[in-house]
T-cell receptor, first 111, second 114 residues
């Protein structure tokens, strides 16, 4: 079945460092891909998405490109801030309202 | 516009009891889905409702059930609680559940089973 694999955390960075969180997927069709973020004590918020190959999703300085050839959707940010500390989830969606999530990667950014 | 509202925020139950969680979607949204979040299994899809009908179901035992009312509010029920049911239960809503519609998540109900 469909699945999402993302790198284990925690990822610990200093402020202004470059961030990469790897995400790869397995799907039978052509899913849409998402990154969600979860701040402490809160639900999930959509960070960015891409709906077809070579699409680049971007938001708040974060970017991810839908790579069909490598089945990947890695999250990147050029300069992280303390306020980016959260858990990041990669997800895919092939059918209505059924999201398949990765296990999440905790990001900790220190000043 | 109010967001997705889940009640209660926290619940403590004992093994063997049953529990009902509530989710009020964003006004106008007719699709509601439920997810279970645990440290070990991550986020897993439970089920999705649209216009009072269950359209999609994840791989959970029959102890997990849900329903949706005519005002789109949804409830999920877990009977005969087990320790492993301790989790954060998240509800998400969208207008009609189409593939590229944005999902809006609530803050969740944290269930602890003792």
């Amino acid at each position: 079945g469909d699945s999402v694999t993302q790198m284990e955390g925690p990822v610990t960075l200093s402020e202004e460092a470059f961030l990469t969180i790897n995400c790869t997927y397995t799907a039978t069709g052509y899913p849409s891909l998402f990154w969600y973020v979860q701040y402490p004590g809160e639900g999930l918020q959509l960070l960015l998405k891409a709906t077809k190959a070579d699409d680049k999703g971007s938001n708040k300085g974060f970017e991810a490109t839908y790579r069909k050839e490598t089945t990947s959707f890695h999250l990147e940010k050029g300069s992280v801030q303390v306020s980016d500390s959260a858990v990041y989830f990669c997800a895919l969606r092939e059918s209505a309202d059924k999201l398949i999530f990765g296990t999440g990667t905790r990001l900790q950014v220190f000043p | 516009k109010a967001g997705v509202t889940q009640t209660p925020r926290y619940l403590i139950k004992t093994r063997g009891q049953q529990v009902t969680l509530s989710c009020s979607p964003i006004s106008g949204h007719r699709s509601v889905s439920w997810y279970q979040q645990t440290p070990g299994q991550g986020l897993q899809f439970l089920f999705e409702y649209f216009s009072e009908t269950q359209r999609n179901k994840g791989n959970f035992p029959g102890r997990f059930s849900g329903r949706q009312f005519s005002n789109s509010r949804s409830e999920m029920n877990v009977s005969t609680l087990e320790l492993g049911d301790s989790a954060l239960y998240l509800c998400a809503s969208s207008y009609s559940g189409q593939l590229n519609e944005k999902l809006f998540f609530g803050s969740g109900t944290q269930l602890s089973v003792l």
